[in-house]
């Protein structure tokens, strides 16, 4: 479980997150739902440890994570560039995820190969891993990243804005393929989102962000039938 409480931060005169309480438990897909300058991204960039908050605690399992360097904190990342590296394979990607998770423990380049191969092939990539990143479209270099991130075994994906890019018929796609793997891994998954729509259908629960604060998290039935604070409600429309 990730427990947020208290968490604030500011950029000089700004206050981009204030106060903010979030749990997210395990095995849960949850969406977390918010208007442009609302939070999001600064949300996720203070779980995945990219920055600290100037209060509050945020903790893992119990495990408190401040002060501890993002490959540490068994938490992944897609973000929403994608940020492959151009010069590199897809499986070289891959496995770069790996190499940089761990010290040592994954030194057998046989181990590293078959573990990239693996995650290629639960995102639906399998032979794909010998093409270079220019040579593969927006929605699979989306599941690359995905691959890249899966194959370290986080306990939470953290996907930034993930069916932004894609055309609508790759966004249903994506959806499913998003839902398969969650099934099979057991891994929670926090989507930011700005489309009501989206984020109603993918999570099982829905925080909604707003000026910072989450101003109601809740099963995405009862967030669309009772959405009790009208800063919630205002995203319904
Ligand atoms: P969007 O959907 O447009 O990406 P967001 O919900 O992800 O928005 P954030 O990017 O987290 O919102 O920004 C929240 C607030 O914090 C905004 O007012 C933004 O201008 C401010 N902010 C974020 N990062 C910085 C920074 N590095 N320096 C100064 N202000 C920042």
Known sequence: MLNLSGVTRRYGETVALEDLNLIVPDDTYMSLLGASGAGKTTLLRLIAGFEEPNAGQISLNGERLDGKAPHRRDIGFVFQNFAL???LTVQENV???LKYRETGACADPKELTE????ALQLVGLDGFGHRGVGEISGGQKQRVALARTLVTEPRIVLLDEPLGALDANLRNRMCDELRAIRERLRVSFLHVTGSETEALTMGDTVAVLSDGRIVQADGSTELFTRPHNPAAARHLN
């Open 95 to 97: 496995e770069f995820g």
């Open 115 to 118: 573990r990239a191969a693996d």
């Open 85 to 87: 590296f151009p010069h």
